[in-house]
Nanobody, 123 residues
């Protein structure tokens, strides 16, 4: 099991940028697929982006494609989510997830979750 702690959230104006970080502990993330999910108030949790073990594969939700970039630094046991062109609809709690399989990674099932970090985009 891996422990995940997200940071970097806060409030930003529409059109602004923000970078979220997810620091893992307890084990190395080298063999894990890392994913960001988010959950807005009153809405279901949704997939945001995922990255494979060696960063060779990434996948994004259509709603963030071209605006968000997921990356990882295995040596630092850290995953990042660079967000640009932020919109009010990006307001949510963002969660970092670690999984062993791509199916678990994109669905968040059978995976380890962080506590989340709040992002608020003001209009």
């Amino acid at each position: 099991q891996v422990q995940l702690v997200e940071s970097g959230g806060g409030m930003v104006q529409t059109g602004g940028s923000m970078r979220l970080s997810c620091l893992a502990s307890g084990r190395t993330i080298r063999g894990l697929i890392m994913t960001w999910f988010r959950q807005a108030p009153g809405k279901e949790r949704e997939f945001v982006a995922t990255i494979s073990q060696k960063s060779g594969f990434t996948k994004y939700a259509d709603s963030v494609l071209g605006r968000f970039t997921i990356s990882r630094d295995n040596a630092k046991n850290t995953v990042y989510l660079q967000m640009a062109g932020l919109k009010p609809e990006d307001t949510a709690v963002y969660y970092c997830v670690a999984a062993s399989t791509m199916a678990s990674a994109v669905h968040g099932t059978g995976a380890d979750w962080g506590q989340g970090t709040q992002v608020i985009v003001s209009s």
